[in-house]
């Protein structure tokens, strides 16, 4: 019995190790392509500015190399369902469930321009932070009033001139996957803009990479799915606080943790 456990214990130590030393390479992995990729974007950006004023060559180039780091771990698969429901030349304010850092490799994936809004410590981080300076996603201090206002009025100005906005409506991850309830500032815009709303539902990444977690988490298969888009006329006569609630729930049809049987929040 005690050889047992013995054994049972040496191999869970040996998965674990295994996970960690993984987990370690693929960060370091990372890192250094990291530098390199946002020299390429420099580049990028340096040779296209000029012509393309909404940067949706730099936006594809960096959609590339973020997708990059989901292609090299072969634990992980993925697949992005719907991406033909994006009409080409239509602006939105795209909206999303968040579960894990992955959700932003997954979108960018998509392969779809659009602007991101993140907080502004994102900015600060070399290499990654620096390419979304230059791609001029948007920046928000989060408890900062003036903030708020300033990234609303970027926002406003970036959907007028033809690119779509991507939002994480819960504002933080979910920890169990249950969505959290939507705060209103995507749906503020949608309405203050006439733009129609982009839902898009993702699974599998919490399991792949959990919140406040960078080890890796075994073999997992990570999912994406485009839904068909909101137009505006569905939602004009409805409050924001409606909108934000008609939206979520048509977003949590898509996402498992929302599957008839289990709890719903």
Not at 11 to 28: E, H, P
Not at 149 to 167: I, P
Not at 187 to 198: N, S
């Amino acid at each position: 019995m005690a050889s047992k456990t013995i054994r049972k214990q040496s191999v869970r130590t040996g998965g674990f190790m295994i996970n960690k030393i993984i987990s370690i390479s693929f960060l370091t992995f990372i890192a250094v392509t990291s530098a390199l990729m946002f020299l390429l974007a420099l580049c990028v950006y340096l040779l296209t500015a000029l012509f393309d004023r909404r940067l949706v060559l730099l936006h594809q180039f960096s959609s590339f190399w973020a997708a990059m780091y989901l292609w090299v771990m072969p634990a992980w698969t993925t697949t992005v369902e719907g991406r033909d429901r994006i009409r080409k030349g239509a602006t939105y304010v795209v909206v999303s469930n968040h579960q894990s850092q992955l959700d932003i490799l997954m979108a960018f994936s998509l392969f779809f321009p659009f602007k991101w809004v993140s907080k502004a410590e994102v900015f600060k981080l070399p290499f990654i932070g620096w390419n979304m300076v230059l791609n001029r996603y948007i920046k928000l201090y989060r408890g900062e009033g003036e903030s708020v206002r300033q990234m609303m009025a970027l926002c406003e100005q970036t959907l007028a001139r033809g690119s779509s906005v991507y939002f994480f409506p819960e504002g933080t991850r979910s920890e169990t996957g249950v969505m959290r309830p939507f705060k209103p500032g995507a749906f503020i815009l949608a309405h203050k803009m006439k733009v129609p709303v982009l839902p898009i539902a993702i699974n599998g990444t919490k399991h792949a990479l959990p919140k406040n977690s960078v080890n890796f988490h075994g073999r997992h298969h990570l999912r994406i799915r485009v839904l068909d888009e909101i137009p505006y006329a569905a939602f004009e006569h409805l409050s924001v606080e409606d909108t934000a609630a008609m939206v979520r729930e048509t977003i949590s049809r898509y996402v498992d943790e929302h599957a008839p049987g289990r709890e719903m929040n």
